[in-house]
């Protein structure tokens, strides 16, 4: 199942499906690293839910709520 790295909580394990957005804001996402087949782990989400921050690719990356929404990933099993 497709959602967004918004919805997700704390210890999900995900890989990315897809980066949305246009221009600057998917250029910036695909140069730290966020881009197809990548898998991430999220490690906290603040108690409003801004910031997730998530380990990806080895490294530690903190995401605002509008930048998750962006980046829609699918669940894998624990």
Do not use: W
Request: charged share 35%; hydrophobic share 40%.
């Amino acid at each position: 199942m497709e959602t967004t790295l918004k919805e997700c909580r704390p210890g999900d394990k995900v890989v990315i499906v897809r980066v949305n957005g246009e221009g600057p804001v998917k250029r910036r996402l695909m140069d730290m690293g966020v881009t197809r087949g990548a898998e991430m782990l999220v490690r906290k989400v603040a108690p409003m839910g801004d910031p997730i921050e998530v380990n990806i690719r080895g490294y530690e990356l903190t995401f605002r709520k509008a930048d998750a929404d962006n980046i829609i990933i699918q669940k894998l099993e624990s």
